[in-house]
Nanobody, 125 residues
Framework: QVQLVESGGGLVQAGGSLRLSCAAS????????MGWFRQAPGKEREFVAA????????SYADSVKGRFTISRDNAKNTVYLQMNSLKPEDTAVYSC??????????????????WGQGTQVTVSS
């Protein structure tokens, strides 16, 4: 069992930055690949970024490439999402999730076994 708790969301102006954190419980954090997903009002949940268990491989949605960076600290059981050059269209509830499966080219939400409660990110224009 893994419990995930996100933090770091908030209100920021377009062009600004935020760093999200996701703290995981349990001693097996390094066994899980971690992902960030987001869901805007009236829209389906979409993949944002993912990182493999050792942190050696990352993957991003095209919409955030070059602006967002995912990282993890296995000693702290934490995964991060650094978001720069934020745009109003980045406004959404961001959730982290854990999975034992990995494929660099695909990250279906159905592969993820554990989810956090989400944190709101609002980008004003």
């Amino acid at each position: 069992q893994v419990q995930l708790v996100e933090s770091g969301g908030g209100l920021v102006q377009a062009g600004g930055s935020l760093r999200l954190s996701c703290a995981a419980s349990g001693r097996t954090f390094s066994s899980y690949a971690m992902g960030w997903f987001r869901q805007a009002p009236g829209k389906e949940r979409e993949f944002v970024a993912a990182i493999r268990w050792s942190g050696d491989i990352t993957s991003y949605a095209d919409s955030v490439k070059g602006r967002f960076t995912i990282s993890r600290d296995n000693a702290k059981n934490t995964v991060y999402l650094q978001m720069n050059s934020l745009k109003p269209e980045d406004t959404a509830v961001y959730s982290c999730a854990a999975t034992t499966r990995w494929r660099t080219t695909a990250h279906p939400s159905g592969w993820y076994d554990y989810w956090g409660q989400g944190t709101q990110v609002t980008v004003s224009s």
